[in-house]
């Protein structure tokens, strides 16, 4: 087992103008048995990294080290790594048990007694043991995945990577394979870097999020931490469903006028922002509270939009009534508060729950506030994790 | 009303009975349709099994003492067996050779950055864009140049000229949807990327492969005008002996109709040899990239 180092690593496809940058000088430090999850939007570059790492794409420039070794020449085979691909990539004229074999006959001199044994245990542990005789057309895609993953472990590798895994399975099976990935990777303990677009594998797999755009990194942290400590305006949208809804606004005299209402900023709020003249507001939709009537200073009015039901909460989505745009923004409410399309609400944005960030750069310059507990735990695993 | 009176007969019968009358339609347009394809096998086979002089009477005579005369006539011609046992050598090993060059040219083109691929998919092409006719004399030159005319070799090379770009594009298109990931996992687990072609990509190509064997075979088998001109005695194909029974004052039908059906004997050989593989289909066990 061995961690992973990243050190400014470039790569880009194609020369001269028409050379596209999909990974913009990434540096990263993946401790021993680290669980990572490499998260973005498509064209984020979160899969080249991982293929640069995976020794399936050449950087163009940097270094990766997988332990000690500088891996930089080696090719995949060297680097004693194990993959799961998004369409699982198993062989389709083998059987499953051939498909899991076959590694470890190309990469080592074990017997094949050994081997069977080895496929053995590994198919009890994803519980395809009944399926090895089978070829990969004869099984369901979830089966499939199980068997993709029995691949990998039966290796025992150093590094698992894996690349979207689960974005073709079904809604229901995902939620379990989710589950089963987390329960494996902290059983065997073995550094895992994991890709997803999927923000909710993002939340609830990674020991670390490691978010990625348009090549560059944005953000490396705990999952809670990119969610409530984001460092620029796009983490704060990217994690978060429905996303942080950002109010562009030009700052006069302690307050932000956007568009459709004022905004009172607070002594710290304003001592943040310094001179800055044009900043964005977010929010996200489950602190922001809808009132029948006026009562404190940070409210406005607006109306209502659109009702989606989701069961025990609702989204509403809201224009403020003296806005000009188009532009709605979403709402959490109890699922069983009455409110119908067209209804005029107030609308209230706590202080506590406001993120601003600068307008031009999209830099985080005001955090929302936490409760003290959650302030203290989070302060406490940022500690631990940059003293690693 | 309107409803009652406008809806056409076919709908007043009941499911059942137009389901019927679908199944009898259906096996009526499939048999009529069989018997089209099957006649002029049949035509074929009874004449080859006809006496000389009753072959090719007209109208034929449906009911005959089949014998086997033509058949012993032919294997006793020295020649016949001769050109029979060339044919199959050199049309073999043209299939072998092609898919040995094909095969490998098509996967580097599916998979590897090459320069003005277009361009050299297109050029390939281009070696079949003119019709035989218009080569047959620059072949025929440079054959009697490189001592290649009436040679088996000479033959193979034809042949293998002749299929080359279909192989190259059928595999290509072949091996393109053959997704990538397979030889990348077959990397990680620890493959060099030739042992990733030949143990993983090889196999899941096999149907292509022997789809394109067929097509390649029967291609150089029927071929007839190249080896009109570019052997005379060493190298004839059997196609060429088939071809001397029409004389240009009679025709020996019963000889032809017998030859015929043994040059078709190989063809349905081959055919049933390989067929499992054709009918295995292309079920990867992978669900393509979006």
């Excluded at chain 1, 000690?68 to 993959?83: C, E, K, S, Y």
């Excluded at chain 1, 074990?110 to 496929?119: F, L, N, P, R």
């Excluded at chain 1, 209230?348 to 005001?366: C, K, N, S, W």
């Excluded at chain 2, 053959?178 to 149907?207: H, M, N, S, Y």
Aim: charged share 20%.
């Amino acid at each position: 087992m061995a961690g992973i180092t990243i050190d400014d690593v470039t790569k880009e496809f194609g020369e001269g103008e028409e050379s596209i940058v999909a990974v913009d000088d990434v540096s990263l430090d993946i401790t021993d048995g680290e669980f990572v999850v490499f998260v973005g939007p498509s064209g984020s570059g979160k899969s080249t990294l991982m293929r640069i790492v995976a020794g399936l794409e050449t950087q163009t420039a940097g270094d990766v080290h997988i332990g000690d070794t500088l891996v930089n020449q080696l090719g995949p085979r060297a680097r004693d790594i194990a993959m799961v691909f998004q369409n699982y990539a198993l062989y389709p004229n083998m059987t499953v048990e051939e498909n899991m074999s076959f590694g470890l006959k190309m990469s080592t001199e074990m017997s094949d007694d050994e081997i069977e044994q080895k496929v053995r245990s590994a198919a009890e542990m994803m519980d395809i043991d009944m399926l090895l005789d089978n070829t990969p057309g004869e099984l369901s895609g979830g089966q499939q995945q199980r068997v993709a993953l029995g691949r990998a472990i039966v290796r025992d590798p150093n590094v698992f990577l894996m690349d979207e895994p689960l974005s073709n399975l079904d809604a229901k099976l995902r939620t379990e394979m989710r589950t089963e990935i987390n329960r494996l990777q902290s059983e065997l303990g073995v550094t895992t870097l994991y890709v997803t677009h999927d923000q909710t594998e993002a939340m609830t797999m990674g020991d670390r999020l490691v978010v990625l755009n348009h090549g560059d990194l944005q953000q490396v942290g705990t999952p809670l931490e990119c969610f409530y400590r984001p460092a620029n305006r796009f983490v704060a949208g990217f994690l978060g469903s429905p996303s942080m809804n950002f109010f562009d606004g030009t700052v006069e005299g302690g307050t932000l006028r956007a568009d459709g209402f004022d905004y009172d900023l607070t002594e710290r709020m304003q001592s943040a922002v310094g001179n800055r003249n044009a900043l964005a507001l977010g929010a996200r939709p489950e602190d922001i509270r809808l009132h029948d009537r006026a009562n404190s200073n940070h409210e406005f009015e607006a109306v209502v939009d659109v009702v989606e039901p989701m069961g025990s909460i609702s989204y509403v989505y809201l224009r403020a009534k003296a806005q000009e745009r188009e532009e709605t923004f979403v709402v959490e409410t109890d699922g069983q508060r009455p409110i119908t399309e067209g209804e005029h609400v107030y609308v209230e944005i706590p202080d506590e729950d406001v993120h601003l960030f600068d307008a031009e750069t999209g830099e985080t310059i005001h955090q929302r506030q936490l409760d003290e507990q959650a302030e203290v735990a989070l302060e406490e695993r940022l500690h631990a994790v940059n003293s690693e | 009303m309107a409803t009652d009176t406008v809806p056409g007969s076919s709908q007043r019968l009941d499911k059942d009975t137009r389901e019927t009358l679908v199944k009898v339609v259906r096996h009526a347009v499939l048999l009529t349709w069989s018997l089209v394809v099957i006649f002029p096998f049949y035509w074929l086979a009874s004449m080859s099994l006809k006496p000389p002089g009753e072959a090719n009477a007209l109208p034929p005579d449906w009911i005959f003492l089949p014998t086997v005369y033509n058949y012993i006539q032919l294997v006793q011609q020295s020649e016949f067996v001769t050109a029979f046992a060339n044919s199959l050598l050199m049309v073999s090993a043209s299939v072998v050779l092609v898919l040995l060059i094909g095969v490998p040219a098509a996967y580097v083109l599916s998979r590897y950055d090459i320069p003005m691929e277009r361009d050299v998919l297109v050029w390939i092409l281009s070696s079949r864009m003119l019709p035989p006719i218009a080569v047959v004399l620059p072949f025929f030159i440079i054959f009697r140049e490189l001592n290649l005319f009436d040679t088996r070799i000479g033959m193979v090379l034809m042949y293998v000229s002749i299929n080359l770009s279909l192989v190259v594009w059928v595999m290509k298109a072949f091996f393109d949807g053959i997704p990538e990931t397979l030889e990348e996992a077959a990397r990680v687990d620890g493959a060099t990327r030739f042992q990733g072609f030949r143990k993983v990509v090889l196999p899941a190509a096999k149907p292509g492969i022997f789809s394109v064997a067929i097509i390649s075979f029967i291609f150089a088998w029927i071929e007839l005008l190249f080896g009109l001109v570019l052997t005379s005695f060493k190298a004839v194909p059997v196609t060429l002996f088939v071809y001397s029974f029409i004389g240009s004052r009679s025709i020996e039908w019963g000889m032809l109709a017998a030859a015929s059906m043994a040059m078709i004997l190989p063809v349905v050989v081959f055919l049933i040899a390989v067929n499992k593989y054709l009918a295995a289909g292309l079920s990867f066990g992978v669900v393509i990239k979006e």
